[in-house]
């Protein structure tokens, strides 16, 4: 261990010689800092509506109560906190759970094995991770198919490779081709050797959860792990209402670990939640309540993120759609929510329902991300790649959508309004019919004054044109190709790639294939 | 003149029998009513911003003043209002604008013929009206091409049909297949006749104004026009600080006869105003309260909109850019100052920079719809059917951004919280675990419960696929299709539609045709 140990102490002093040359010369894999929002909130629920939700909640919370089927376990932590239990239901007096939920941190670090990576998950920030899930891939070339393996690699080096994605995430498509059982050790394997971004562990198996633990002690350091967060995980709850074995089991892993879990419930509106606003905000916030204090329960002080997929549902057809308004004013509305718990949230991402990267995907993607930015969230999973409901990662999607994310970050840093930025001296040199194009302050600044893209198309009509005539998916096909003929990982400790490599080929030789 | 004093009274009377018994038989052309938001505007400048901004706003029009060249009358109401006069530029003391901008009013009602689309502009309102100015068109079949009559009428007809476009704008495309003198008329004559939602006079010259107002009189009575706002137009200043004679000529004419003008700085950001946020925001105050001002100098009371069009510049390309940060924070800051002016506001639109309807124009236009739902705008023109910055309008782009205008209804309605929107019935009858489908309070509600999108594809991929895998733009060109086929023109007493004919045929006898 003492390779691992020296590889160890390397990171926590930001990098060996080695790591610091390396990263000197990578220049094109900057990481932007994770967002610190410098504008406010949309605060879209008043006074009296945040009372009445809240009041209502705690009524769900006492009358209703929550599930959490076959768990003897818990339901044990649930009555020796003083829940009243029935069966599998456990009902909260009053209070209890905005009670318990007070010991989990408002915000937290997430570290990163590069620690320049680190996030800040809390408080005014907002941390940027890919789409997580689709069993699908699609790209220009070959169509819609089964992801696999090569594509989750690909996925892992984009993100690395994107500036303003701060977070590796987990599941960036599911990678088919591997045995269900084994394939968590794969995605994991992949985050901590092909990008130096914080990820996230499996929450597929209580077992999964603990080899993630296990194979981040290796990554980090059994004693680094102990004391720090170096993984953030998705929890869905079964709304309404229930929490299953499988899913609490994965947060028992992860609390009793002091690793982070974002616990989510999972809605599509009118179907899992109420077909009103109003109504889901309330059941989103009594299983919030519900699942974070049960995290509490597991170890006092664990982060938790407060999280809220929600979407609504297209009443003809039974799909759900996204970028909707609705979804909107619950991811507003949760927001607000779940500040006055304290607690970091999680919501929003480059949701669309379109089977395509076309215009739909454009609308749906944007008012989804925009949203999110001012609905305060501060965990973004899904911010990059997400096509056809979630079933799809698409890879022209993913940068059309990572580059949206630099825009985000500008309008968050708000309005500078220095003596430089005031520009008065311009507008005196200027006056009235002339133009701005060769002034002092536009030469000394124009550089960094806007936001460019690095997909989208500025060009004159005729230009253009005579370039092909190119729509936004096929430009962000030529930027897929790009990016991946540049990627290069980052340095590694050759012992700790053998180590992790050694890890991983041990747990699925000790396993028979598994395909669901 | 008795037929038509006749169907003013009808139209004041809220339509006659027969205008009655039309509107209850065109169910397929329901106009939404204009935007009442419900939610908070997103105020991104503090009070120290605030400050800083507008006290330098008064700096510039103290120190370096404001251009009225060609234009001795409006150097004479200068003066007399106490500016101080140095060839063509107007210095004006702190203070002035401010003051002289009071007298207009921070609201007022835009009648239409058919008074159930009157429309209120200011406030707490948001009127949407369609893209203004493209010299092109684009449509799948026939591509892009030189915009003509024909073109413009379908424009009308689409806006007329649109229920969430409250307004039919002005110069929904340029009909260049018309003489530059005399398209004027003919754009009118279509806005009157295809439509009966309130719309937008011309600018290009103050006699054309001049015919606007008088083709309003005919439409709505003379007594009628001096005593309402029965047009609002687009007086574009020429910035940085001037303000040329036939926009303001156009302005003297409007304001003069109690008509609406909105007095908009047209700024590519970086070219017409210093490259940063504050410095433009800092030009764009000093020319709202220049052009104000000059308008209640002409007719004090006279419905003024401070106006705001800016975007950014590729400092690459030098190609205006479009659905950019900078032009959202400049939006939402001018917003804030608008409204300290106590004046309405337009800004925003479905801008884009795309050259077709594809993933590009959704992410930019959606960027520009939401920024100017949160931004306070009150009159939004470009609402639908921008294109390729403002030099296309494109039809299926159009249908696109006015369904995403319905979603934007959607929003700004805020969060019902009455007993039954907080469904605590419902939450109580589905209990841990079930499902809200067919719950009592979902089949209550479901019909009105999510915003449905008439343009964009909900169905699963699988069905889909078996009907073409068509894109958005597909989807778009169908829908376009349908609402031209099922167009019926609103009703019009013979008498009137004689005597717009009779006007404009007469108008364009009296002069040569000139196509520059």
Redesign the interface.
């Known amino acids: 261990m003492s390779d691992l140990a020296e590889q160890r102490r390397g990171r926590a002093g930001r990098g060996g010689g080695a790591a610091r040359r390396a990263e000197r010369t990578a220049v094109s894999f900057e990481t932007a800092r994770f967002i610190e929002r410098n504008?406010?909130n949309?605060?879209?629920?008043n006074a009296?509506?945040l009372e009445?939700?809240e009041g209502?909640a705690e009524?769900?919370l006492q009358?209703?109560?929550?599930?959490f089927p076959d768990n003897p376990a818990a339901l044990d932590r649930w009555k020796a906190a003083g829940a009243d239990i029935q069966g599998d239901?456990v009902r909260l007096p009053k209070g209890l759970a905005r009670e318990l939920v007070k010991t989990a941190p408002g915000s937290f670090t997430q570290h990163a094995r590069n620690p320049a990576r680190n996030v800040e998950i809390g408080g005014r920030n907002l941390v940027l991770a890919p789409v997580y899930g689709p069993p699908f891939v699609r790209d220009v070339n070959g169509g819609?198919r089964y992801a696999t393996m090569a594509d989750f690699e690909k996925f892992v080096k984009l993100t690395y490779m994107s500036k303003w994605l701060h977070h590796s995430g987990g599941t960036v498509c599911e990678p088919t081709d591997i045995p269900v059982n084994k394939r968590h050790l794969d995605m994991l394997l992949a985050h901590m050797t092909l990008s130096d971004k914080p990820f996230m562990g499996s929450v597929t198996e209580p077992s999964r959860a603990q080899d993630s633990v296990d194979m981040a002690k290796i990554l980090f350091g059994a004693d680094f792990v102990d004391q720090n967060t170096v993984m953030t995980s998705l929890v869905n709850i079964?709304s309404?209402?229930?929490f299953d074995a499988t899913m609490m089991g994965a947060l028992e892993v992860y609390a009793a670990n002091n690793q982070a879990a974002i616990i989510s419930p999972f809605i599509v509106?009118?179907?899992?939640?109420?077909?009103?606003?109003?109504?889901?905000?309330?059941?989103v916030l009594a299983e919030i309540l519900a699942g974070v204090s049960y995290s509490q329960l597991v170890r006092p002080g664990a982060p938790a993120i407060a999280g809220a997929f929600v979407t609504?549902?297209?009443?003809?057809?039974?799909?759900p759609?996204f970028?909707?308004?609705?979804a909107?004013?619950i991811t507003y509305?949760t927001g607000q929510l779940v500040r006055r718990l304290g607690l970091p949230y999680r919501s929003a991402g480059g949701f669309c329902?379109?089977?395509?990267?076309?215009?739909?995907?454009?609308?749906?993607?944007?008012?989804s991300l925009?949203?999110g930015l001012?609905a305060g969230v501060n965990f973004m999973l899904h911010a990059a790649g997400w096509l056809?409901g979630g079933?799809v990662a698409s890879f022209e999607?993913f940068v059309?959508d990572a580059d949206?994310l630099g825009?985000?970050h500008?309008?968050a840093a708000?309005?500078?309004?220095?003596a430089?930025?005031?520009?008065?001296d311009?507008?005196?040199e200027?006056?009235?019919?002339?133009?701005?194009?060769g002034c002092a302050?536009?030469q000394a600044?124009?550089?960094s004054?806007?936001?460019?893209?690095e997909?989208?198309?500025?060009?004159?009509?005729e230009t253009?044109?005579e370039e092909g005539?190119r729509?936004?998916?096929a430009l962000?096909a030529v930027r897929v190709e790009k990016l991946l003929g540049q990627y290069q990982p980052p340095p590694m400790d050759p012992g700790m790639s053998e180590a992790l490599h050694g890890f991983v080929a041990e747990k699925k030789a000790s396993m028979p294939d598994a395909f669901s």
């Open positions: 504008v406010p949309l605060e879209i629920l009296e509506a009445i939700i209502n009524t769900i009358e209703i109560g929550v599930a239901r819609r079964n309404p209402l229930t509106g009118g179907a899992m939640a109420p077909v009103s606003v109003a109504g889901t905000l309330t059941q609504s549902i297209d009443m003809n057809s039974g799909a759609t970028g909707t308004p609705e909107s004013m509305g329902g379109s089977k395509l990267p076309d215009a739909q995907a454009g609308y749906e993607s944007a008012n925009n949203m001012l056809e079933l999607k059309m949206q825009a985000l500008k309008i708000g309005v500078d309004v220095s430089d930025a005031q520009a008065m311009a507008i005196r200027v006056g009235p019919g002339g133009h701005y194009l302050h536009t600044n124009f550089k004054a806007f936001w460019r893209s997909v989208l198309d500025y060009k004159p009509f253009w044109d005539a729509t936004t998916e962000a």
